[in-house]
């Protein structure tokens, strides 16, 4: 098992397994919608490439032992519904886990983006990776930072990441 992922694990209603390539074309609908990525600069404009670049950067994670992504399968329809993760991050020039997640916009606000943070949290300090876990979200993007609060984590300071103004959340363990 890589390092960092959820593999074989579940929740109320996700299953959560590798991605695969053969997720490609189930996953670009999320870059197809101007929303999903409406806060990030510096993306590809073509959902294709976009989405090709997000995949290279998960099995590149997966081969180095960074974490990754881990597809959000619903346990009962078998429907792909997004990814997350635990990720290996570098802020401010500091190492830190991330717990990253993102949802195919038909299933926003039902839920599952806080279900697969939560799980993340749950498994990196039953696991002892981490003595805290950050998010890394962009100022705008309030929908991200709900799902954060709701997952016991409080905004630590705002910095520069990857080009983009964002909030560090954080959760300590214990």
Sequence with gaps: MAKYLLENQSSARLLYRKV????????????????????WEGLPKDPNIACQQQFDRI?????????????????STGEFIGISGLLVQEVDNIKELEIGYSVLPKYWLQGYAYEA???CKEIAFQNQWSASLISIIHIDNVPSQKVATKNGMYLEKTTTYRDNPVHIFRVDHG
């Design 59 to 75: 099995f590149e994670r997966y081969e180095h032992n960074l974490g990754g992504m881990n597809a959000l399968i619903h346990k």
């Design 20 to 39: 695969t390539p053969e997720d490609f074309e189930v996953w670009l609908p999320f870059f197809e919608d101007p929303r999903s990525t409406q806060y």
């Design 117 to 119: 943070a939560s799980k």
